[in-house]
């Protein structure tokens, strides 16, 4: 029995609907496959975009950040004082990089990427500050302030240096602090 003119036409809409409506799905399935590959290579970049949940590794190494990149104001590392390093034997540097840490004073031990300090006393700091050369710009001193660094502690090394001879100009405060 032969169709009639309508049932027909209605089929034939049916047919398009599908015809049409694949070519969308695979369109929305390749934009979203992109999407996908870029979120990886930017991730891969190094650009998190903040999408997702934190593994539990990256909660951990986030906590443990204890050093001080030069790049960057991470936590320094200090050394244990039982350690057995003589402050006195170290060889004389350009830079002497000062870590004040709210009352006490902690030397840079080491000029590698990763930072080691050693807490001194004041008196240690001046005569490693006296064998100091001095860097291409002149500066023979650089400071570091811990966001707990207490202000009398850095006047009393700077009052200190000044009274050792070692001239303002010399001494670079940096100016961001370190958790």
């Known amino acids: 029995m032969p169709e009639s003119p309508l049932t027909s036409i209605s089929r034939?809409?049916?047919v398009l609907r599908i015809v049409t409506a694949a070519p969308r799905?695979?369109?929305v399935g390749g934009v979203l496959?992109?999407?996908c590959a870029l979120m990886l290579l930017l991730q891969s970049l190094g650009l998190n975009l903040g999408l997702g949940?934190?593994?539990s590794s990256s909660v951990a190494d986030s906590s443990e950040s204890d050093t001080l990149p030069e790049s960057s104001p991470a936590s320094p590392r200090s050394l244990d004082t039982t350690s057995g390093t003589d402050i006195s034997s170290l060889p004389p540097q350009p830079v002497l990089t000062i870590l004040?840490?709210?009352r006490t004073y902690k030397i840079r031990m080491s000029a590698d990427s990763e930072p080691i300090y050693r807490e001194c006393s004041?008196?240690?700091v001046l005569s490693l500050a006296e064998k100091t050369t001095g860097d291409v710009n002149g500066y023979r001193i650089k400071i570091v302030l811990r966001e707990t660094a207490r202000q009398s502690t850095e006047t009393a090394l700077l009052e200190s240096l000044a009274a050792n001879g070692i001239d303002r100009k010399l001494i670079?405060?940096?100016e961001e602090t370190v958790p």
């Open 12 to 14: 034939l809409r049916q």
């Open 172 to 174: 670079l405060i940096q």
């Open 100 to 102: 004040i840490d709210e």
């Open 33 to 35: 496959l992109i999407c």
């Open 53 to 55: 949940t934190a593994t």
């Open 25 to 27: 799905a695979g369109l």
């Open 122 to 124: 004041l008196p240690e």
